[in-house]
């Protein structure tokens, strides 16, 4: 039963439209422990959250969407740490850009485009346009 938890899909909470996340509440978007995500802040280098006072880290949107993608590289496609990292490389590079997955092509999709404009507001349809190609991710299936 222990590889059957691998393999199943888990129905993530939309993100929400912000600056920046909490560990707490990057823990409870994308469903993994807070403690992981710190040993994954020192497995793979592309994860640099902000930290504040404290040592008080604070993770963007963009964060939030690699975190998501880490975790379902690890616990629903399988990869190990060095072959999540590995993968994350090859499609930051551009190499290796067909599917691990036949079926979810858009999985792999590019790195995307930071949400914030100069101004520091939010692009909102750009913002919505991500989190609904995020939610046809997470439910795999499309009508």
């Known amino acids: 039963m222990a590889a059957d938890k691998h393999t199943e899909r888990v129905n ?14 990057v823990s409870d978007l ?8 710190r040993y994954w ?10 930290k504040r006072r404290g040592n008080r880290r604070y993770y963007q949107h963009h964060e939030v969407l690699l975190i998501r993608r880490i975790r ?6 399988g990869f190990t740490i060095n072959g ?5 490389d090859e499609l930051r590079h551009g190499v290796g850009a067909a599917p ?3 079926a979810e092509p858009e999985v792999d999709a590019p790195v995307v485009p930071p949400l914030v404009g100069t ?3 939010v692009d909102v ?18 009508p």
Request: aromatic share 6%; net charge positive.
């Open 12 to 25: 993530l909470p939309p993100i929400p439209a912000k600056r920046y996340f909490t560990i707490g509440e």
């Open 125 to 142: 349809p750009s913002l919505r346009r991500e989190l609904q190609s995020v939610l046809e991710i997470l439910h795999g299936d499309k």
């Open 119 to 121: 101004a520091g507001a």
């Open 41 to 50: 802040e020192q497995e793979f280098t592309q994860l640099k959250p902000v």
């Open 84 to 88: 999540a990292r590995n993968r994350l």
């Open 72 to 77: 379902e590289l690890l616990y629903e496609q």
């Open 100 to 102: 691990v997955q036949a």
């Open 30 to 37: 994308c469903a993994v422990k807070p403690h992981v995500l």
